[in-house]
């Protein structure tokens, strides 16, 4: 069973640093791209990036460029999006979802259960 | 970016009717490979996206087949035969021909 599990939430102030976890079970890890969600209180979703863990090659919005760092560690299936000094607006749930990426499909398939980042004074 | 518009933006619908969500892309979502990489995703309150549909009509496995999508290009439809109590949450379609890939802005269903 493809499973993601994330890091659990976290409370932190304006300027300080982050990376929350995102680990994956039960497929190839290292050969099926992933990528961050973001969803603001009471908003859609927005697409952050995606990351190939066996090359870690890394694709971003440009929104979110400079913002935040996509990164992986295939030797413990975990993908990570870390900030170097968050902000108020920072404030969201963040999703990992796999993303199969090829003729056949390139969508998020599995979705981890989300991390919720409150940035807060 | 290509942009995802959905409409309507809230869809209160009867038990038992259909329903229909139209998503429109600002540019052609047909790949080089001649794919069209469109999907729908359901999230119900509290719990994270669901894939339901991708490449415009193939239904992921579970999902029940009174979901169904059609379109083609820019213009897509995901129609729901006879809407029951458990399809209540927010539908977005979302594009994964181009980088960067996007969603649209969701659309509400919910029961009259």
């Known amino acids: ?121 | 970016d290509i942009v995802m518009t959905q409409t309507p933006l809230s869809s209160p619908v009867t038990l038992g009717q259909p329903a229909s969500i139209s998503c429109r892309s600002s540019q052609s979502l047909v790949h080089s490979d001649g794919n069209t990489y469109l999907s729908w995703l359901r999230q119900r309150p509290g719990q994270p996206p669901r894939l339901l549909i991708y490449k415009i009509s193939n239904r992921v496995s579970g999902v029940p087949d009174r979901f169904s999508g059609s379109g083609a290009g820019t213009d897509f439809t995901l129609k729901i035969s006879r809407v029951e109590a458990e399809d209540v949450g927010v539908y977005y379609c979302m594009q994964g021909t181009q980088l960067p890939f996007t969603f649209g802005p969701g659309t509400r269903v919910d029961i009259k």
């Open chain 1, 1 to 121: 069973e493809v499973q993601l599990v994330q890091s659990g939430a976290e409370v932190k102030k304006p300027g300080e640093s982050l990376k929350i976890s995102c680990k994956g079970s039960g497929y190839s890890f290292s050969t099926h791209w992933i990528g961050w969600v973001r969803q603001m209180p009471g908003k859609g979703l927005e697409w952050m990036g995606i990351i190939y863990p066996d090359d870690s090659q890394s694709v971003y919005s440009p929104s979110f460029q400079g913002q935040v760092t996509i990164s992986v560690d295939k030797s413990i299936s975990t993908a990570y999006l870390e900030w170097s000094s968050l902000k108020a607006s920072d404030t969201a749930i963040y999703y990992c979802a796999r993303h199969p990426w090829s003729s056949t499909w390139s969508t998020f398939d599995y979705w981890g259960q989300g991390t919720l980042v409150t940035v807060s004074s």
